[in-house]
Nanobody
Framework: QVQLVESGGGLVQAGDFLRLSCAASGRTSSSYAMGWFRQAPGKEREFVAAIRWSGDRTYYADSVKGRFTISGDNAKNTVLLQMSSLKPEDTAVYYC?????????????????????WGQGTQVTVSS
């Protein structure tokens, strides 16, 4: 089992910067990749960014590319999501996710079903 706890959410203004953190505990040595998803009211959960520990490969949704940066320290079991130039449409609950499965990851990185473990989420609200 892997437990995930997000922190760092809050209320900011458009154009501001915010950093989210995800702390993993439990069988973290088996973690293959971790990612961030978000869900706005009335909308489906969508992929934001992910990092694969092997090779430090990162992935981003087109909507956040160039504004968000995912980074992590597998030894410290933490993943950060640095968000800059925030927009009102970035408002959502942000979830941290982890997978221990390596098969076909690159082709399925944006699928929420790809991840076995999830945090409780942290609210990010961007006012205009």
């Amino acid at each position: 089992q892997v437990q995930l706890v997000e922190s760092g959410g809050g209320l900011v203004q458009a154009g501001d910067f915010l950093r989210l953190s995800c702390a993993a505990s439990g069988r973290t040595s088996s973690s293959y990749a971790m990612g961030w998803f978000r869900q706005a009211p009335g909308k489906e959960r969508e992929f934001v960014a992910a990092i694969r520990w092997s090779g430090d490969r990162t992935y981003y949704a087109d909507s956040v590319k160039g504004r968000f940066t995912i980074s992590g320290d597998n030894a410290k079991n933490t993943v950060l999501l640095q968000m800059s130039s925030l927009k009102p449409e970035d408002t959502a609950v942000y979830y941290c996710a982890a997978t221990i499965s390596s098969g076909g990851y690159s082709s399925s990185v944006a699928r929420s079903s790809r991840y076995e473990y999830w945090g409780q989420g942290t609210q990010v609200t961007v006012s205009s």
